[in-house]
């Protein structure tokens, strides 16, 4: 691939800001479409590591991480299919794709991997992964970098413990790098593409958007360089 490219504080503003993108959204029909389109007008807005609050339903659209940005892309694409595409769906359709049953409770409700986090929308029928389908490799990892990076209350870390062993047990496939041009010509606008993270705790460290230029894939994605 080549690259080229919660309550919240200021309610006015983000839902503002919504409304923008949710028009920009409202002139596709397709889904892919949307999400290339929505996704492209968060050109400029600035590339923060860390972007919400761990503990309360948080968001925001002026600064963005590459897990939140991918989040907000998807949610207002799909806000946008619904008949009453206002900001009060969409923060429900928000809630179904990053918390556990699309409720926010607690810390440990929130899919911080991004296994679980593909798992739900699976679930949900709003992705398909074809990383096996593309001869992906199958790799295991030993997840446990939330628990064991962040200062935790004994409950939250309890449940953050269980689910990284329910996930750990999971099989995620991958292509590796000498096989990306073999399947470039499958790969789709729109399609969300992770990147695995060499750290054996970690599942993956990036992720973005494909976007088809001159019949070549290119990453749509937010980043501080």
């Known amino acids: 691939l080549k690259y080229n490219l919660y309550l919240c504080k200021n309610y006015k503003t983000n839902e503002k800001i919504f409304e923008e993108k949710t028009k920009?959204?409202?002139?596709?029909?397709?889904?892919?479409?949307?999400?290339?389109?929505?996704?492209?007008s968060f050109n400029g807005v600035p590339h923060l590591n860390k972007t919400y609050d761990n503990n309360s339903f948080y968001f925001t659209?002026?600064?963005?991480?590459?897990?939140?940005?991918?989040?907000?892309?998807v949610a207002i694409s799909l806000t946008s299919c619904y008949e009453q595409h206002n900001y009060k769906v969409f923060q429900t359709v928000l809630k179904k794709i990053r918390y556990e049953n699309g409720l926010p409770l607690g810390y440990a409700s929130k899919?911080?991997?991004?296994?679980?986090?593909?798992?739900?929308?699976i679930s949900r029928q709003l992705v398909t992964d074809f990383s096996e389908y593309y001869d992906g490799i199958p790799l295991k990892k030993n997840l446990n970098y939330i628990s064991s990076t962040q200062k935790l209350?004994?409950?939250?870390?309890?449940?953050?413990?269980?689910?990284?062993?329910?996930?750990?047990?999971?099989?995620?496939?991958?292509?590796?790098k000498n096989k990306i041009y073999d399947i470039e010509s499958k790969l789709l606008d729109g399609d969300i593409i992770a990147f695995v993270s060499p750290s054996p705790d970690r599942d993956i460290m990036h992720m973005g958007f494909v976007k088809i230029k001159d019949c070549r894939p290119y990453l749509l994605h937010s980043s501080p360089i």
């Open 61 to 73: 659209f002026d600064s963005l991480d590459y897990f939140n940005f991918v989040e907000l892309t």
């Open 153 to 176: 209350m004994r409950n939250d870390s309890i449940k953050m413990v269980n689910i990284e062993k329910n996930l750990s047990k999971k099989i995620q496939h991958y292509i590796p």
């Open 111 to 121: 899919h911080y991997y991004f296994l679980g986090w593909t798992a739900n929308l």
């Open 24 to 40: 920009v959204a409202l002139r596709y029909e397709n889904m892919s479409e949307k999400i290339i389109n929505v996704a492209e």
